[in-house]
């Protein structure tokens, strides 16, 4: 961000409502109103834009309140920091995986479900939203049991006791990067030392943080969220990975095309709309959504490049201009 904000208590620095404005900004891309001062009036109006904005994404906030923030409740900031790990990390990640577990068509594009604003399209596209969040968890536990499919002895089931042992975590490693681990080796290693070799790993080959100790891992019911976000980074990874640099300019340039096409289309299809009933206009909405849908898998990993402007190169902006204009249509 920029000015950067500084982070050194989690739960006294939040309160100040820009530290969370700052967050979202990044993450979102947008910039989001708020206040410039820094008494408890003007953090808590700061707050209340936060989680504002996130309503408006349509993100549950279930029992997390301004109040609980300007306290400092420490159960309630961290399930507000994990609904935005999930929402704009995981599920964002997820969308880019092929299969059963792809974003349903009424929430494909996230600001075109607006266009209609009846009460039915709002009541279907919430109850999509619901469907896909609760498969970004499956989708993310799909790519990993593929990962770790070739290893006769990882079986992965859950982001609880399936990774205690720290194999799965080595074996995902190997898939991704078969030159830094000998699988042989690992099984005669206690699991603290699986752990540890696997995180070391990560931080220093695939420059992925350590966001985990071994002891954290190595219990009998670890933490399912904070394996699920560090898992998460893995996949992240892999879609860093590259292929020839001329290969993912051509895709762009590909995406460029592709979006304007779209564009046109949408915009044809709101003319033609313009003295037709409601219905007829939602039916035609919908079968733009199907069409799109279809389409747009193709161009899923560099419709979803990193969000930080500063992180694009030019063509990598324009295509982000482009698919934020149609989303914004």
């Not at 707050?47 to 309140?65: G, V």
């Not at 068509?105 to 709002?122: G, I, Q, R, Y």
């Not at 499919?149 to 006791?161: C, G, I, L, P, Q």
């Amino acid at each position: 961000h920029t000015p950067p904000s500084v982070v050194t208590d989690l739960f006294t620095d939040i309160k100040k409502g820009h530290v969370l404005l700052d967050l979202l900004e990044v993450l979102s891309g947008q910039q989001l109103p708020r206040d410039k001062g820094s008494n408890t009036f003007q953090c808590r109006i700061n707050i209340e834009n936060a989680l504002t904005f996130l309503k408006n994404q349509s993100i549950k906030l279930i029992n997390i309140h301004v109040t609980d923030i300007i306290e400092g409740n420490p159960s309630i900031i961290l399930g507000l920091i994990w609904t935005i790990i999930l929402h704009f990390h995981i599920e964002e990640l997820a969308r880019t995986l092929p299969g059963n577990y792809s974003q349903p068509s009424l929430d494909s594009v996230s600001a075109v479900d607006s266009s209609p604003t009846s009460s039915p399209p709002a009541k279907k596209c919430s109850k999509v939203q619901e469907r896909w969040r609760m498969s970004a968890k499956k989708a993310l536990l799909q790519w990993a049991q593929e990962q770790c499919a070739s290893y006769e002895s990882v079986n992965v089931t859950d982001f609880k006791s399936s990774w205690r042992n720290g194999m799965a975590f080595l074996a995902v490693i190997h898939a991704l990067r078969p030159d830094l681990i000998d699988m042989k080796s690992v099984k005669h290693r206690s699991n603290r030392d699986n752990l540890k070799e696997a995180f070391r790993i990560a931080e220093q080959e695939l420059k992925i943080p350590k966001m985990l100790e071994p002891e954290d891992v190595d219990v009998v019911n670890p933490d399912e969220k904070s394996i699920m976000t560090y898992v998460a980074q893995f996949l992240q990874y892999s879609k860093k990975a590259p292929g020839s640099g001329d290969e993912a300019q051509g895709k762009v340039k590909d995406a460029m095309v592709w979006l304007a096409l779209q564009e046109k289309k949408f915009q044809k299809m709101l003319t033609d709309s313009e003295n037709e009933t409601y219905c007829k206009t939602y039916e035609s909405l919908l079968s733009f959504l199907e069409s799109f849908n279809k389409e747009k898998e193709r161009f899923l990993d560099v419709l979803t490049i990193k969000r930080n402007v500063d992180d694009l190169n030019k063509d990598q902006l324009q295509l982000r201009e482009a698919w934020d204009g149609l989303n914004y249509q």
